[in-house]
């Protein structure tokens, strides 16, 4: 990826006290940027143990109110899309971020493989069932709200903004492996492993930040070890 430029030195992460979230505000720390994270009320504990090397904002990530005070000054923004509940958070985090965010900040997006970038995007019909199922058992529940998340990626695809929208296989737990490798589409045999470290999704969203190429992108990122990522990749 490309070296990284000087004005990154402020950065948001918005959902800062989930798994992903956590490992993304280390990733920062380890690159010496000053970050601010952005977590329910209820779940600021879960920040003890970075407290006093963070800022720390705590609201509900969908409240406009709460980003603008948090991405002020801020370079970049990493924000955690989840489609918790019924009342619109993923979509309404997303646009909260790209009204506030200032004009040039880099905006890093989490979400997975079923947002769909374009038709070129291929499914198994195992993942679509398994996705359908999911959407439907989780709005029944009133659990989960997965369009929402569809629906967030196309605000952020339509948005004039230097955006990046990281598409995450499925994650598991344990030491990095290093950078995962991307394609621009879903079903490519490169992601056929379907299996990342959580620490090393969060390391590509926030090596996004400082790589341009990525701008107006939506990889589909897999762990590098992947049977797929070695299989086609030269350098893993
Ligand atoms: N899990 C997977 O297998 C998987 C696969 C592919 C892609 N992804 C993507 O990876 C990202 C991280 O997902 P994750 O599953 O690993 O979760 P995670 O990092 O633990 O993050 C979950 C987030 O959801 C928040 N949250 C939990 N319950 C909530 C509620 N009722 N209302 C509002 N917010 C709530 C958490 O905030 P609190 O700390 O306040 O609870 C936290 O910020 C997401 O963008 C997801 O789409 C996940």
Redesign the pocket.
């Known amino acids: 990826m490309s070296s990284e430029p000087e004005r990154m030195r402020k950065v948001c992460v918005v959902?800062?006290?989930?798994?992903?979230?956590?490992y993304m505000v280390q990733h920062c720390l380890d690159r010496g940027y000053e970050v601010v994270g952005v977590?329910?009320e209820?779940?600021v504990g879960?920040l003890a143990a970075l407290a006093d090397r963070i800022t720390i904002v705590p609201g509900?990530?969908n409240d406009p109110e709460v980003i603008r005070r948090a991405v002020a000054g801020c370079e970049g923004v990493l924000t955690?899309?989840?489609?918790?509940?019924m009342r619109q958070?993923s979509s309404g985090t997303a646009q909260a971020v790209l009204d506030h965010a200032a004009p040039d900040a880099r905006l890093v997006?989490?979400?997975?493989?079923h947002v769909r970038r374009d038709a070129r995007d291929r499914y198994s019909w195992k993942f679509r069932t398994l996705v359908l199922t999911i959407t439907k058992l989780a709005r029944v529940l009133r659990l989960l709200d997965v369009n929402d998340?569809l629906e967030a990626a196309r605000r952020i695809f339509a948005a004039d903004r230097r955006w990046t929208l990281v598409?995450?296989?499925?994650?598991e737990e344990g030491k990095s492996q290093g950078l995962p490798v991307w394609s621009r589409h879903v079903g490519d045999p490169v992601l056929a492993g379907n299996m990342t470290r959580?620490v090393d999704?969060a390391l590509f969203m926030v090596e996004a930040l400082t790589d341009d190429t990525l701008v107006h992108e939506a990889p589909a990122i897999v762990g590098r070890l992947t049977t797929g990522a070695l299989a086609h990749t030269d350098d893993c």
Request: net charge positive.
């Open positions: 959902g800062a006290s989930g798994k992903l979230g956590q977590c329910r209820r779940s879960k509900d990530t955690v899309l989840v489609p918790w509940g958070y997006f989490s979400c997975g493989w998340q598409r995450g296989s499925d994650l959580r999704f």
